[in-house]
């Protein structure tokens, strides 16, 4: 599992909150999963061996014995790096004063900031401006392509997988020797699975763990490509009755 599948689990606790969850993209209908068979099987694999046995007990340790301050510095270390992709893709997005934010981070907390272990850029108002490839990707109109589940990194697809190959090859990244790439993303995947606890319950008490898992990331991903911005689709006749009954409950 990777900070994708936690992300998008805990975004759909706000979607949940939300009076209406017609918000659909036309990716997240299209569920695109012509590996299904193959992807069910390293799904359960990564849920009911890898998460259980190593993800979450190493979580539970690591936020019960690791003090808040030291891991919200190592944290910020790990997401200082993604700046310069940030950089990149919002520039090519044509955000170019949100790449112009991202460049002001990298560079206040990468030298004020200790490598980025303080965030100081936050406190001045530059809030963090995250994109990567694969939205860039998905801005000029490429596809999501077939969905997919990585073994040990959670659910994907062909796009956005491509972005994260491209993203990792920028600097600093790209220079990174092995030891610090692994520890970057393993900070990465630690905090993102402890986001995760208070809503682990959702998983379990669905239908189908896959479906559900699949559903979240799609409609994460969409939102994600359109930065929020998801037209609603029009009400049907059935859809206008069946509110008008449930708000008689």
Not at 52 to 71: C, G, I, K, S
Not at 179 to 199: C, D, N, P
Not at 236 to 241: I, N, P
Request: with cysteine; net charge negative.
């Amino acid at each position: 599992m990777n900070i994708k599948l936690i992300t998008g689990l805990f975004f759909s606790l706000l979607l949940s909150a939300c009076a209406s969850n017609r918000q659909v993209d036309e990716q997240v209908q299209e569920h695109n999963d012509p590996l299904e068979s193959v992807n069910r099987s390293v799904w359960e694999f990564n849920w009911e061996v890898l998460d259980q046995h190593v993800l979450r007990p190493v979580t539970v340790a690591y936020v019960d014995y690791t003090p808040e301050v030291v891991r919200d510095g190592l944290h910020n270390a790990a997401r200082n790096l993604d700046e310069p992709a940030n950089l990149l893709n919002n520039l090519l997005q044509g955000k170019v004063n949100d790449s112009f934010v991202s460049l002001g981070r990298f560079a206040i907390n990468s030298t004020f900031g200790i490598f980025g272990v303080f965030d100081f850029a936050s406190d001045m108002g530059l809030e963090r401006k995250r994109e990567d490839f694969g939205q860039t990707l998905g801005k000029a109109g490429a596809g999501t392509g077939a969905y997919l589940m990585l073994p040990g990194l959670g659910p994907s697809d062909v796009r956005s997988f491509t972005g994260d190959v491209v993203d990792s090859s920028y600097w600093p990244v790209a220079d990174l020797n092995i030891y610090f790439a692994v520890f970057s993303r393993a900070i990465k995947a630690l905090e993102g699975r402890a986001s995760l606890m208070a809503q682990e319950q959702l998983i379990y008490d669905s239908l189908d763990s896959y479906t559900f898992v699949k559903d979240v990331y799609f409609q994460d991903l969409a939102h994600k490509v359109t930065d929020g911005k998801v037209e609603e689709p029009e009400m049907t006749e059935e859809d206008a009755e069946l509110d008008a009954l449930l708000e008689e409950f």
